[in-house]
């Protein structure tokens, strides 16, 4: 079994930061690309970002230059910390992992962490 659990989620005013966590636990032996994304109310689900087993990152414009994506092998977490925050950054975010199990690879999700962004 294999469980991601997020962490770090909140209120915030505009402007602020928030870090977030997203470790993974179970019977996984290795692990592929690890990102974020993110749903909006009445919104599809979008990446936001993600980070390769080499530490190549990739951003959603709308974050770009604002949000920081990394990970540690050791722990097998990945991280996301997230500056100067605006209303738009509101929204449910949750972390996905590719992950190497018994039967195979394939992607795992956590359970979402809610993020909201005041005005």
């Known amino acids: 079994q294999v469980q991601l659990v997020e962490s770090g989620g909140g209120l915030v005013q505009a402007g602020g930061s928030l870090r977030l966590s997203c470790a993974a636990s179970?019977?996984?032996?290795?692990?592929?690309?690890m990102g974020w994304y993110r749903q909006a109310p009445g919104k599809q689900r979008e990446l936001v970002t993600v980070?390769?087993?080499?530490?190549?990152?990739s951003y959603a414009d709308s974050v770009k230059g604002r949000f920081t994506i990394s990970r540690d092998n050791a722990k097998n977490t990945v991280y996301l910390q997230m500056n100067n925050l605006n209303a738009e950054d509101t929204a449910v975010y949750y972390c996905?992992?590719?992950?190497?199990?018994?039967?195979?690879?394939?992607?795992?999700w956590g359970q979402g962490t809610q993020v909201t962004v005041t005005s």
């Open positions: 996905s992992v590719n992950g190497l199990a018994a039967t195979g690879w394939r992607d795992y």
């Open positions: 179970g019977s996984i032996s290795s692990f592929r690309a």
């Open positions: 980070i390769t087993s080499g530490g190549r990152t």
